[in-house]
């Protein structure tokens, strides 16, 4: 090409290499070379929603899901209060009222023994009527005898939750000590009571009411230190 070639000529000469470098890159996209980022999220979308169809209904719930606790910025994954204990505080304690010289396999037998026995007997789940015949044995107030000026003044005052549960159990006991000459074993003897309190024939309440009445007598004492 000379110098004097028209510069119309060069242009359309420029275009037209142009064009035909062009072709060749088109042709080897659509033919599977970098594809655009739309089709990249598109095929990573895909694949993830096909992922997490075969994972079990229960995981791909928790996984698009998370718990209310996790999502509001919660240390744990659960609340504390959505984690059950590992044994029931009141089947606990009422073991532990059984047990005698420190042997607790012995009355944690004896706990097993007295709900299946409460279960043949009535054909019902045990552990409500056990708490049932401790909350209707347990009072609510306890009284102390105090020394003031030669005299003693009785004070009314309130229990825990815990020393309510406590005192309930202990009675229960003790009622059930009055069959223990008959030679009945301990744990029919307390299965029996169990089912005499639920009944409202044993002598609990006999006691419940005489700690009420008393209370109520020195209810006057209750701010006295």
Same mark, same amino acid.
């Given at each position: 090409? +000379?110098?004097?070639?028209?510069?119309? !000529?060069?242009?359309? !000469?420029f275009?037209?290499?142009?064009?035909?470098? $062009?072709?060749?890159? !088109? $042709? +080897?996209?659509?033919?599977?070379?970098?594809?655009?980022?739309?089709?990249?999220?598109?095929?990573?979308?895909?694949?993830?929603?096909?992922?997490?169809?075969?994972?079990?209904?229960?995981?791909?719930?928790f996984?698009?899901?998370?718990?209310?606790?996790?999502?509001q910025?919660?240390?744990?994954?659960?609340?504390?209060?959505?984690?059950?204990?590992i044994?029931?505080?009141t089947l606990?304690l009422?073991?532990?009222?059984?047990?005698?010289d420190?042997?607790?396999?012995?009355?944690?037998? &004896?706990?097993?023994r007295?709900?299946? &026995?409460?279960?043949?007997?009535t054909?019902?789940?045990?552990?409500?009527?056990?708490k049932?015949a401790?909350?209707l044995s347990?009072?609510?107030i306890?009284?102390?005898? &105090?020394?003031?000026?030669?005299?003693?003044?009785?004070?009314?005052?309130?229990?825990?939750?815990r020393?309510?549960?406590?005192?309930?159990?202990a009675?229960?006991?003790? $009622?059930s000590?009055?069959?223990?000459?008959?030679?009945?074993?301990?744990d029919?003897?307390?299965?029996?009571?169990?089912?005499?309190?639920?009944?409202?024939?044993?002598?609990?309440?006999?006691?419940?009411?005489e700690?009420?009445?008393?209370?109520?007598?020195?209810?006057?004492? &209750?701010?006295?230190?």
């Amino acid at each position: 090409m +000379s110098l004097r070639t028209p510069i119309s !000529t060069v242009r359309r !000469t420029f275009a037209s290499s142009v064009k035909q470098l $062009a072709e060749p890159a !088109t $042709a +080897s996209t659509q033919q599977g070379g970098f594809s655009p980022l739309r089709d990249l999220l598109a095929s990573s979308s895909t694949s993830t929603s096909s992922s997490s169809s075969t994972l079990p209904s229960g995981s791909s719930a928790f996984l698009t899901s998370p718990p209310t606790d996790i999502a509001q910025g919660s240390s744990r994954g659960y609340g504390v209060h959505s984690i059950p204990p590992i044994v029931d505080p009141t089947l606990d304690l009422f073991t532990n009222c059984l047990m005698k010289d420190g042997k607790k396999d012995d009355a944690q037998k &004896m706990t097993s023994r007295i709900l299946s &026995m409460l279960h043949q007997s009535t054909n019902l789940s045990p552990q409500p009527l056990l708490k049932q015949a401790i909350i209707l044995s347990s009072p609510s107030i306890k009284v102390l005898s &105090m020394r003031k000026s030669a005299k003693t003044i009785l004070t009314p005052r309130a229990l825990t939750e815990r020393q309510r549960t406590r005192q309930g159990i202990a009675w229960l006991l003790k $009622a059930s000590e009055k069959g223990r000459k008959g030679g009945q074993p301990r744990d029919q003897r307390i299965s029996k009571e169990i089912l005499n309190v639920l009944e409202g024939q044993s002598d609990v309440f006999k006691w419940l009411e005489e700690r009420h009445k008393v209370a109520y007598l020195n209810r006057s004492n &209750m701010t006295a230190r």
